[in-house]
């Protein structure tokens, strides 16, 4: 069961992307997230949540759209805080999740964001409770999946073929490599420029003995543009796939000298 706590932190860190949902209301622009949410400034951050909380506490503008942001905005400032606040913004984004997918049951946001702060919670929780979030995360993401399965660089496709990935897998918890490369292999599909699905993908063909396929995905993440989380990732993503592509060719190497005579 100790096996599961750090791969529940790599849950958390998968999923934070700007692809717009087909089932989203238009959004006005003083609604929309300013640019700078995108490159993870805490301050800000901070400041456009509350300006969302105020107008959800005020009803002033499109209380749907405020949900949405006041979930996501929780979600990423529970990942950039320090430890002491982390439970604080999950818990938020989680309240924030619950009440969009209750008043919007069709739309995607409200399921993935809630998934996306309990994944946060698992990860602060310790393993014993993470464990029994694992399947709440896992319904709300396939409900997002259902109505959207493009929304947030495919962001469902990608946390569940990384839950499937990092649990234990049958009786311990619900870790299935093939399940993994299914919806991994989705992601990838839906949204081929984020480093992050194909990094994923790559680790999950590498434990699957899938070599030459890892490989493939490898250069794909050297080559993407965006990245799930915060735009520096991007570099980490591709020093990671560097890394293993770097480590594959050393065992192929040693493999190739044993071979001879």
């Known amino acids: 069961m100790k096996k599961l706590l750090p791969l529940l932190l790599v849950l958390s860190i998968v999923c934070w992307g700007g692809a717009c949902a087909r089932s989203r209301a238009v959004v006005s622009q003083e609604e929309a997230p300013p640019k700078e949410s995108a490159g993870c400034q805490i301050a800000k951050l901070r400041a456009q949540l509350r300006r969302c909380e105020n107008k959800l506490e005020k009803a002033t503008g499109e209380r749907t759209n405020c949900l949405t942001y006041a979930a996501r905005l929780s979600y990423l400032l529970g990942e950039l805080s320090p430890k002491f606040e982390k439970i604080y913004y999950y818990e938020n984004g989680k309240g924030y999740g619950e009440t969009l997918a209750a008043e919007q049951p069709d739309w995607a946001e409200g399921h993935y964001w809630l998934a996306l702060n309990l994944c946060g919670l698992a990860e602060i929780s ?103 989380h915060c735009p520096h990732n991007l570099e980490e993503d591709q020093q990671a796939a560097r890394r293993l592509l770097e480590e594959n060719r050393s065992e192929k190497a040693a493999s190739n000298q044993a071979r001879l005579p």
């Open 126 to 228: 310790g393993a014993k409770r993470g464990l029994k979030l694992v399947s709440q995360i896992i319904e709300e993401m396939e409900q997002s999946l259902e109505v959207n399965p493009a929304y947030e660089q495919a962001g469902a496709h990608r946390v569940l073929g990384r839950i499937f990935y990092a649990c234990p897998g049958w009786p311990l918890s619900v870790g299935n490599m093939h399940k993994s490369l299914e919806h991994l292999s989705a992601a990838v599909a839906l949204a081929p420029e984020n480093s992050t699905n194909h990094l994923f993908l790559a680790e999950t063909l590498l434990r699957l003995g899938k070599k030459e396929e890892a490989h493939r995905e490898l250069e794909q993440v050297i080559k993407a543009t965006r990245h799930a």
